[in-house]
């Protein structure tokens, strides 16, 4: 299995606090993903990152940013959390070369509710 | 826009043989993906598709046809561990992942 690790697994919120989602990976994979999976829809892109410090907007990027200082960890944050971002968090990371680059590995996830 | 179909839910015996299907249509293409979720779990990979024909992996075979935008997932010797949501992912041409909602699978004894 693939070496990641998301923190905190659950978390309770109250609307208008921030709240930050961490991503450990001990892979040294390049690409790091942020998805939200949602009861009736697919899992959605919220933010990437190719690398340190460089990062990109996903499908469904407003509301979060992110943050990427080191190769083992991507930060999502709610600046002010609202009921809408109620959801599971899921962080994938992918690898280098033609078919490893494609194929995602997924964290356990993180079951965000906004109150 | 991009769009990643595939049934709600889908029920089967258990020793049987069930299809999957997921047809898409997306802005460029750099390979489908099928991957596994049990509730509460982590999507886990099942098998990669870029090139026309089946892909076979022990239980599990995927299969791809780019010119019909269409894909499925075939699970034989069907088991009661089966039993989870299967999901559709195709790569576009920025190499994203557009996901289907996914495909509940019931398995029965």
């Known amino acids: 299995d693939a070496g990641i690790t998301q923190s905190p697994r659950h978390k309770v919120t109250e609307t208008g606090t921030p709240v930050t989602l961490r991503c450990h990976q001990t892979?040294?994979?390049?690409?790091m993903y942020w998805y939200r999976q949602d009861p009736g829809h697919g899992l959605r892109l919220i933010h990437y990152?190719?690398?340190?410090?460089?990062?990109d907007k996903g499908e469904v990027s407003d509301g979060y940013s992110v943050s990427r200082s080191k190769t083992e960890d991507f930060l999502l944050t709610l600046e002010s959390a609202t009921s809408s971002q109620t959801s599971v968090y899921f962080c994938?990371?992918?690898?280098?070369?033609?078919?490893?680059?494609?194929?995602?590995?997924f964290g356990a996830g993180t079951r965000l509710s906004v109150l | 826009g991009q769009n990643i179909d595939q049934p709600t839910e889908m029920t089967a015996t258990e020793g049987a043989i069930v299809q999957i299907n997921c047809t898409y249509q997306?802005?460029?293409?750099?390979?489908l993906f099928w991957y596994q979720q049990h509730a509460g779990e982590a999507p886990t990979f099942l098998s990669y598709?870029?090139l026309d024909g089946l892909e076979e992996k022990g239980r599990f075979s995927s299969f791809l046809s780019r010119s019909k935008g269409y894909s499925y997932l075939l699970l034989k010797e069907l088991q009661m561990k089966d039993s989870a949501s299967y999901l559709c992912?195709?790569?576009?041409?920025?190499?994203?992942?557009?996901w289907g909602a996914g495909t509940k699978l019931i398995i029965k004894p």
């Open positions: 992912a195709v790569m576009d041409s920025n190499y994203q992942l557009i």
């Open positions: 598709n870029v």
């Open positions: 990152s190719y690398g340190v410090k460089d990062t």
């Open positions: 892979e040294n994979h390049r690409y």
């Open positions: 994938a990371i992918s690898g280098e070369g033609d078919v490893a680059k494609n194929i995602q590995y």
């Open positions: 997306t802005s460029g293409f750099n390979g």
